[in-house]
């Protein structure tokens, strides 16, 4: 199984809401991504987790939550988002130093 | 610090056509290199990598790509493109023992017509 599971597709939110976004691996890679993506641009790095641990924030704000409940999952809690949080959501996960596989993206509108 | 450079931000090319996307990158040290394809509305998926050996590397879709060290490049190739070739193609770095922290060029729109 080299595949890399994302749920929601799509996901539609207020501003006041709170959501989750889910990525599920069962490669047994011991590292998980998450990114973001507005269209037309590379993927922007957010979140690395390293066995299970938090090990890189590149800076996002706290309205975005990750968590990591064990080695194949990985969760992106979302609460009180903005309009210009609209984007693609990418999971990835990877073995070192080989390359990352990634998801298929939750595409996420914030109104 | 290593960046990657794309340097055309959209190739439009005929069909049955070759074709070549360019990438250049910077840094001090050795890199392992990749190239990714993400079709619209989808995740990334790997075209093919480069961490060692042959500096001539074949992946999938009948794409190859060739490591230059003197001149910090991993152009990617295609003799005769498809339309179903038209995508988004990323080329992206990551240091041996960085994490895979991948670094990405800004990407590269492939536009394949009848």
């Known amino acids: 199984d080299t595949e890399v599971t994302q749920t929601p597709k799509h996901l539609v939110m207020g501003m006041t809401n709170k959501k989750s976004l889910k990525c599920e691996q069962h490669?047994?890679?011991?590292?998980m991504y998450w990114y973001k993506q507005k269209a037309k641009k590379p993927p922007e790095l957010m979140f690395v987790?390293?066995?299970?641990?938090?090990?890189i924030n590149e800076s996002v704000p706290s309205r975005f939550s990750p968590e990591c409940p064990n080695s194949s999952l990985l969760n992106l809690h979302l609460h009180a988002l903005q309009p210009e949080d609209s984007a693609l959501y990418l999971c990835?996960?990877?073995?070192?130093?080989?390359?990352?596989?990634f998801g298929p993206g939750t595409r996420l509108t914030v109104t | 610090a290593q960046s990657v450079t794309q340097l055309d931000s959209q190739v439009p090319v005929f069909e049955e056509a070759p074709v070549e996307l360019r990438c250049n990158y910077s840094s001090s040290v050795s890199v392992y290199l990749f190239w990714y394809v993400q079709y619209p509305n989808q995740g990334l998926q790997l075209l093919l990598k480069y961490l060692s050996g042959s500096t001539l590397v074949k992946g999938i879709n009948g794409f190859e790509a060739e490591f230059n060290k003197s001149q910090t490049s991993f152009h990617l190739r295609k003799p005769s493109v498809h339309i179903s070739d038209t995508a988004e193609y990323f080329c992206?770095?990551?240091?041996?023992?960085?994490?895979?922290?991948?670094?990405f060029g800004g990407g590269t729109r492939l536009m394949v017509k009848p």
């Open positions: 990835a996960s990877a073995r070192s130093p080989d390359e990352q596989y």
């Open positions: 490669m047994g890679h011991r590292a």
């Open positions: 987790y390293s066995y299970e641990k938090l090990s």
């Open positions: 992206a770095v990551t240091f041996p023992n960085a994490g895979n922290m991948l670094t």
